[in-house]
T-cell receptor, first 112, second 117 residues
């Protein structure tokens, strides 16, 4: 019973490099989210997908793109990484409606 | 726009005592949900408790209860009989039920709780 799985767990990038963070959930949830967590800032929503085939910007979308590949998978792409994108990234999923979200273990990304 | 405010960056509590973590929110949605999550030093996000905007009674889950005051737009978390393992970051979150905010789960900045032996 995996829940929400994120890969990788740790990553170091050089400025300008690109990478994709992968997220998959096995709970048949409709909604999926990407957050970033920075000290003192809480969790800030980057993008979310209310259902397969739809994506919407959150609070801090600049510098990121997302793909809802299918109902299970929601990926986050950094096209040209910047030091300001150093953060811990969380993927989450939830059922449709006002229900709790389940989180992955997080990805610690450092951009040097 | 929706907003969650947690005004206590850090709190201390003596082991076995109760503690209240504050959360206020702002939304124009008539239907919404309020959540509390715990984040221990290991980093995972653990769901604690949920309160729906139409729920007549305050939510409770074991030692956690949610003091929901709708008119004041507050949703404070009460932890009774604190334990050393309660030391963690606690986040208040809200999810709207209608329109553009549907599905959008937003978080406050968190409160770091330290339990003293």
């Amino acid at each position: 019973n995996a829940g929400v799985t994120q890969t990788p767990k740790f990553q170091v990038l050089k400025t300008g490099q690109s990478m994709t963070l992968q997220c998959a959930q096995d709970m048949n949830h409709n909604s999926m989210y990407w957050y970033r967590q920075d000290p003192g800032m809480g969790l800030r929503l980057i993008y979310y997908s209310a259902s397969e085939g739809t994506t919407d910007k959150g609070e801090v979308p600049n510098g990121y793109n997302v793909s809802r590949l299918n109902k299970r998978e929601f990926s986050l792409r950094l096209e040209s990484a910047a030091p300001s994108q150093t953060s811990v990234y969380f993927c989450a999923s939830s059922e449709r409606g006002i229900t709790e979200a389940f989180f992955g273990q997080g990805t610690r990304l450092t951009v040097v | 726009a929706q907003k969650i405010t947690q005004t206590q960056p850090g709190m201390f509590v003596q082991e076995k005592e109760a503690v209240t973590l504050d959360c206020t929110y702002d939304t124009s949605d008539p239907s919404y949900g309020l959540f509390w999550y715990k984040q221990p030093s290991s980093g995972e996000m653990i769901f604690l408790i949920y309160q729906g905007s139409y729920d007549q009674q305050n939510a409770t889950e074991g030692r956690y209860s949610l003091n929901f005051q709708k008119a004041r737009k507050s949703a404070n978390l009460v932890i009774s009989a604190s334990q050393l393992g309660d030391s963690a970051m606690y986040f208040c979150a809200m999810r709207g039920g209608y329109g553009g905010s549907q599905g959008n789960l937003i978080f406050g900045k968190g409160t770091k709780l330290s339990v003293k032996p």
